[in-house]
């Protein structure tokens, strides 16, 4: 099983502030099937970022994806109290399907 | 409007098999590329992938829960289901389906429901 090691597990940022966030693979993945999900205290998961860089219907242009191969990274560029959360890159590209530990995101 | 709603026994023992309902709408398992997956998640844990099932009956499933899944759906009633043999107090958590496709993955996920095993 492909492992996905996302660092840091945790973050706490001042709102304005620009957080990134990695997810290494333990082997190399197709961009096409590396996805990010939002969780909010409380909620269901829900899809940010698919396929490395896409932005989900309604997600705001201030989160981003990139990477490849095995080295992937999730940005959002001026943190807001709405993203309050914890988030998880997942891997589609062989089975079975993993997710990352997460990465819980707090306000300072 | 897609929505999923799961549904489950709340609590049940040890060896017992867990059977869970994901009945959904605003889409069709018979329509090409589409998919349920089930992801579960103890308290205060990460999540974790179990099974998917495919408009064309194709199903994957997590090898570390070996031989206790089986997924299937009923297309006519717009369900899917997830069974669980012989569950343990380390099956206690809350259980999503999600719908999932061939051009994105899991992008609409019901409530969860939460499961409890204990004696």
């Known amino acids: 099983a492909i492992v996905l090691n996302q660092s840091p597990s945790s973050i706490i940022a001042s709102q304005g502030e620009k957080v990134t966030i990695t997810c290494r693979a333990s082997s190399s993945i197709s961009s096409n099937y590396l996805h990010w999900y939002q969780q909010k205290p409380g909620a269901f998961p829900k899809l940010v970022i698919y396929s490395t860089s896409y932005r989900a219907s309604g997600v705001p242009s201030r989160f981003s994806g990139s990477g490849s191969g095995t080295s992937y990274s999730f940005t959002i560029s001026r943190v807001e109290a709405e993203d309050v959360a914890t988030y998880y890159c997942q891997q589609g590209s062989s089975n079975p399907w993993t997710f990352g530990g997460g990465t819980k995101l707090e306000l300072k | 409007q897609v929505t999923l709603k799961e549904s489950g026994p709340g609590i049940l023992q040890p060896s017992q098999t867990l059977s869970l309902t994901c009945t959904f709408s605003g889409f069709s398992l018979s329509t090409y590329g589409m998919g349920v997956g089930w992801i579960r998640q103890p308290s205060g844990k990460g999540l974790e992938w179990l099974a998917n099932?495919?408009?064309?009956?194709?199903?994957y499933y997590n090898p570390s829960l070996k031989n206790r899944l089986t997924i299937s759906k009923d297309t006519s009633n717009n369900q899917a289901f997830l069974k669980i043999t012989n569950v343990d107090t380390a099956d206690t958590a809350t259980y999503y389906c999600?719908?999932?496709?061939?051009?994105?993955?899991?992008?609409?996920w019901g409530q969860g429901v939460m499961v409890t095993v204990s004696s």
């Open positions: 999600a719908r999932v496709s061939w051009e994105l993955p899991f992008d609409y």
């Open positions: 099932i495919w408009w064309d009956d194709d199903k």
